[in-house]
């Protein structure tokens, strides 16, 4: 499983002096003349031509890509639940590895390489990528670690020790003990001498887990413990260690590339500084607002950092920003392919994966660091977009669920996406919830934002939650418009980044023809009003003559727990034509008998079933809805009522349709709609804690129970004061 997959072996003593002193032959001052190797003898070169890939998802594929094109044959892995997943489905050659927790099992996985003819190891991301055991071990047994030197995964997988060697080869660091006394006392008297606020951070530590901050000494055993406790279900180690917690800082990483001939570049920088939980959902490059001596420095620092450990291959050097001071410290290295080096592949033009596999074959780089930076110069902004089946409003939880509807942007040379899924795939919760990668490039950053946000209006999914309104929101925003980033964005802008607009009339008239049209196709059993085919209808229904008339009752679905229920909208539709309806749009009022003060429309609408489409003709303008219903299915948390999707002007609306009145209070005494009896988790998970005893009278909002699922913590909050 994932909270096994970046754990680290034990480190070997301290990187020789040698290889910290030794300097990049090609760094931006000495340029070569030629793209000769630097090395004294000829070297020789090993041809790839058939690789396995330890890994799933959109990585697996991304490898397979650049491996197909250059003619090596691929091997990829599945698990059972990955069984019909694409990564396996687009290889030549697939593996069954059984269990979800086997991409972990590197032995196995070694054995299988050499059984299938495999010469070399791609690992991918995550599980595997960072364990220098495994690393070790396909050399030991003849298999090509596509990948750094062992001995370089082992010295940088430590938070603690990475530091240590990182400050002998004069790259800062930030203000810390990175020790290994781990007295509690001790490590609270390291805190008071730093100054508060501090941050605990696990040394074998990664994607966020195992981080807390402390604000001052009074709560510092508490989240000491926490802190530990996370790091050791996550990582199965509990060392900390203490640094400066910085307060507006931002995460700028650099790209590094070497070779085993001793050339070093760097390929441009990331700000990666829109985080939730620690973790990067918008990466962007080049950094905005930076200046250019700094942004000069950071690449420097970043080659001797990848110097200091003799590294090859492709690497990430990730740096804190001190927005107040202008001073950047080093924070760590990741010693592997990132999720987001698509952005520096748009804004370079290179293909990072095919320079692994020429750093694996022992070819010397093909370019020059000044060649490197011309290419960045010529070619503008890119942005990446992770979109990730996740509830922005139940702060960013994991969703799951299958994909039942899937439409993406047409992509271009300025316009990728890297997926694992199609549509009718499964989002499960054994692996990562990220569905996508949506990268852009243009020649401005604003441009490359404003195209960000067309994109995101083109992608629709239906299924797991998402965050894509979300990303919209961000991208869209003026502070990040004027690049004022920095890792408590979200934090800083919620107001303006979580409020929800009024969902305008026209979408309910769109809903409401909707709901019609699916009803007139036979689509659930030819009532979907969720009234159990006691609809009143009016007019001449059942002979197909015409008028008939019809009304529903719709309410937005929010899934924000703490959210008021939201007023029921009554549509009341009269069929006046073929294709023309006579439209009314009103609050059901306080006491929901009858209806406010409505608008009126005359609309003229088509539904064309290959698309999906609703085309509407209103008094003043055309609209074009994608609607796609979603029926109730018990095995979805997500969707235990029929829901209707509404893709409108490049937003998403979700509306489900309610029993008449009447028919609601029989059957539930009124209580139907009132979410605020009862707890529900977004989705299958663990209970890790329940932290209320029976019979105790809770307060909205008191955390009740705190689970997991997908290696996250969620906690459940009363939705009203009631007792249990
Ligand atoms: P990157 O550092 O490449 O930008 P992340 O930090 O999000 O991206 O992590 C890279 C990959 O490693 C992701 O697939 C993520 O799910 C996985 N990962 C990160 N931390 C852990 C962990 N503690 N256990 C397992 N997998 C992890
Ligand atoms: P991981 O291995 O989980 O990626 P990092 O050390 O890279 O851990 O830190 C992850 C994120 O935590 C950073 O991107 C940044 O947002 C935040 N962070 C880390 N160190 C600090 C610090 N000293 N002060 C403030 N924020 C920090
Ligand atoms: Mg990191």
Redesign the pocket.
């Known amino acids: 499983m994932r909270s096994l997959a970046r754990t680290k072996r034990p480190l070997l003593p301290t990187i020789p002096p040698s290889t910290l002193t030794r300097t990049p032959k090609w760094n931006s001052t000495t340029t070569p003349t030629t793209n000769q190797p630097n090395s004294a003898s000829t070297p020789t070169y090993t041809p790839l031509h058939s690789i396995l890939i330890a890994n799933r998802g959109e990585i697996a594929l991304r490898v397979t890509r650049t491996a197909s094109a250059q003619g090596i044959r691929t091997t990829t892995l599945y698990t059972d639940p990955d069984a019909h997943s694409q990564h396996a489905l687009s290889s030549p050659f697939a593996l069954n590895l059984g269990s979800t927790d086997q991409y972990l099992n590197g032995a196995r996985i070694i054995t299988l390489a050499k059984e299938h003819n495999c010469q070399a190891i791609h690992p991918g991301y995550g599980f595997l990528s960072e364990n220098a055991g495994f690393a070790k071990a396909c050399e030991a047994e003849g298999v090509k670690f596509i990948g750094p030197p062992w001995k370089a995964i082992e010295a940088m997988g430590d938070?603690a020790r990475s530091k240590e060697i990182m400050g002998k080869a004069g790259v800062p660091c930030?203000p810390g003990y990175h020790g290994g006394n781990q007295d509690p006392a001790f490590l609270a008297q390291q805190a008071e001498s730093i100054g508060y606020p501090v941050?605990l951070?696990a040394v074998k530590?990664?994607?966020?887990?195992g981080?807390r901050i402390v604000r001052d000494a009074s709560e510092f055993d508490q989240r000491l413990d926490s802190a530990k406790s996370e790091a050791r279900s996550s990582f199965g180690d509990e060392v900390m260690l203490v640094?400066?917690?910085?307060l507006t800082?931002r995460?700028i990483e650099v790209q590094i590339f070497a070779d085993a001939h001793g050339n070093c570049l760097a390929l441009g920088e990331r700000d990666?500084s829109i985080?939730r939980r620690?973790q990067k959902i918008l990466e962007e490059s080049p950094a905005p607002n930076l200046a250019e001596e700094i942004r000069q420095d950071l690449w420097e620092k970043a080659r001797q950092a990848a110097l200091a450990v003799g590294y090859q291959g492709a690497g990430t050097v990730?740096f804190?920003f001190d927005n107040e001071t202008g001073q950047f410290f080093f924070?760590?290295m990741n010693t592997r392919l990132q999720v987001e080096h698509p952005v520096t592949e748009m804004v370079t033009g290179l293909d990072l994966v095919a320079w692994q596999f020429l750093v694996a074959e022992g070819k010397p780089l093909p370019l020059t660091q000044a060649e490197v930076e011309q290419r960045i110069k010529d070619r503008g902004h890119a942005i990446e977009a992770r979109i990730y089946a996740e509830d922005p409003s139940r702060d960013f939880a994991p969703s799951t669920g299958t994909l039942l509807h899937l439409r993406t942007p047409t992509t271009s040379e300025t316009v990728r996406i890297d997926a694992g899924f199609v549509q009718g795939d499964e989002v499960s919760a054994h692996y990562d919830p990220m569905i996508a990668k949506l990268i852009v490039s243009a020649p401005s950053r604003e441009q490359t934002l404003r195209k960000m946000v067309q994109v995101l209006e083109e992608y629709e999914v239906v299924g797991p939650v998402t965050n894509i309104e979300f990303l919209k929101r961000v991208c869209g925003s003026p502070a990040f418009g004027r690049g004022e980033v920095e890792?408590g964005f979200i934090r800083k802008f919620e107001g303006e980044l979580f409020g929800r607009g009024e969902v305008a009339g026209e979408v309910w008239v769109q809903g409401a023809i909707g709901l019609w049209e699916a009803e007139q196709r036979g689509h659930s059993g030819g009532d979907v009003s969720g009234s159990g085919g006691t609809q009143q209808i009016l007019g001449f229904g059942g002979s197909g003559a015409i008028p008939q008339a019809r009304e529903f009752r719709l309410v937005e679905v929010i899934s924000d727990p703490l959210a008021a229920s939201p007023t029921p909208t009554i549509v009341k539709l009269v069929k006046t034509g073929p294709s023309t309806f006579e439209v009314s749009v009103g609050r059901e009022d306080g006491e929901g008998e009858g209806e406010g003060e409505g608008e009126s429309y005359t609309v003229t609408s088509s539904w064309n079933p290959s698309t999906n489409t609703l085309r509407s003709f209103f008094p003043g303008t055309r609209l074009d809805t994608t609607i796609i219903l979603t029926p109730p299915s018990p095995s979805s948390p997500n969707s235990s009522q029929l829901t209707l999707s509404l893709f409108h002007h490049g937003a998403l609306y979700t509306l489900s349709p309610l029993p008449p009145r009447w028919a609601s209070k029989a059957l539930f005494g009124g209580s139907h709609e009132d979410p605020t009896h009862s707890v529900v988790t977004p989705m299958p998970c663990k209970i890790l804690r329940v932290e209320v005893p029976v019979g105790d009278v809770v307060k909205r909002g008191q955390v009740l129970v705190v689970v997991e699922s997908m290696k996250m913590e969620m906690v459940l909050r009363a939705p009203g004061r009631g007792c249990g």
Request: charged share 30%; net charge positive.
């Open positions: 938070k930030i941050l951070k530590g990664g994607g966020g887990k981080m640094e400066k917690y910085i800082p995460h990666c985080q620690h990730e804190i924070m760590e890792t």
